[in-house]
């Protein structure tokens, strides 16, 4: 079965530490991982997606195959970094994606 | 517009009462996604389009669901006889070809009461 699994439903962290959002997925293909991201009465928008290998605000995530996770990490988190976070799966040739529950990142001043 | 646009961006219906939901893709857009994401959920697919034929309807939960884009742009989601379950934030999304990414829109907001 496809599934994604984000197992924090919230996440708080002070300003200047380090930040893991956790993402494990379920696919018995090829998988292609997104980070979704949602600010405060914003609408989603792409953050990464593993195919790319870039780093995005200072985010960064690695696929790891053999673990089956797509962890978005941040050395220092910032303020403006608050919001809401999905982990999506590429099921397929049609680009549905298969979406986490999301993790609410809180940064404290 | 330069971004994807939905509308109504609120719905208020009566159980029992059809509503209809509006998506103007980016343009020149070829894939539009509709998902539906309720409270403390992430968005779930309902349906996908390259331009106006319908390739993936496997999400629809029900046949009281009905998607439409007839002319390759604008989409509209029906739902007849909307049921209390119902309610939820539809999101559209669109992308260039399908293996881009996908823009999304800032949903619709559907509360059935």
């Known amino acids: 079965a496809q599934r994604v699994t984000q197992p924090e439903k919230l996440l708080s962290v002070f300003k200047g530490a380090p930040v893991e959002l956790k993402c494990n997925y379920s696919y018995s293909g090829s998988p292609e991982l997104f980070w979704y991201v949602q600010y405060s009465r914003q609408r989603l928008q792409l953050l990464l997606r593993h195919i790319s290998r870039e780093s995005i605000k200072g985010f960064t995530a690695d696929l790891n195959k053999g673990e089956t996770s797509f962890h978005l990490k941040k050395p220092f988190a910032q303020e403006e970094d608050s919001a809401m976070y999905y982990c999506a799966l590429n099921a397929g040739n049609n680009r549905k994606l298969i979406w986490g529950l999301g993790t609410s990142l809180g940064v404290n001043p | 517009g330069a971004g994807v646009s939905q509308s109504p961006r609120y719905k208020v219906a009566k159980r029992g009462q059809d509503v209809a939901l509006r998506c103007d893709p980016i343009s020149g857009h070829v894939s539009l996604f509709w998902y539906q994401q309720a409270l403390g959920q992430g968005p779930e697919f309902l349906t996908y389009f390259q331009n106006e034929a319908q390739l993936d309807k496997s999400g629809l939960p029900s046949d009281r669901f009905f998607a439409e884009r007839p002319e390759g742009s604008v989409s509209t989601l029906k739902i007849q006889r909307t049921q209390q379950e119902d309610s939820a934030v539809y999101l559209c999304?669109?992308?260039?070809?399908?293996?881009?990414?996908?823009?999304f829109g800032q949903g619709t907001r559907l509360t059935v009461v």
């Open positions: 999304a669109s992308s260039s070809t399908g293996t881009e990414e996908a823009f």
